[in-house]
């Protein structure tokens, strides 16, 4: 989709092929949007279908959060995500989950 990188004509600046064959010259930044919106439209996603369960997460690393079981469409595995995840790609379900739990303050 972004072409092909020719060379770099300057610290900040490239000369790029685009697919329909033109070439022009495009900054550093406008490189970098690019190629993250290539790489989003290439990333294979899951629609989980529901919250199972929650926990405090076993990671050390991530001591004093909380996870999530997942069941996930298409998938008979479930499994346990980390609960920031999930609010960042469906902040609704999770409110929801978590006053159905009791885990807001009221």
Not at 3 to 10: A, M, P
């Amino acid at each position: 989709k972004t072409g092909v990188i020719k060379e770099q004509v300057s610290k900040d600046a490239y000369r790029v092929e685009l697919p329909n064959g033109k070439q022009r010259m495009i900054e550093y930044q406008e490189l970098v949007n690019l190629l993250n919106a290539d790489d989003e439209d290439n990333v294979e996603r899951w629609t989980f279908e529901s919250i199972k369960d929650h926990r405090w997460s076993k990671d050390k690393k991530r001591k004093g959060k909380i996870d999530v079981l997942l069941s996930w469409e298409g998938y008979e595995e479930e499994t346990w995500e980390p609960m920031e995840v999930i609010w960042k790609d469906d902040p609704v379900s999770l409110a929801q989950y978590a006053h159905e739990n009791n885990l807001t303050d009221k």
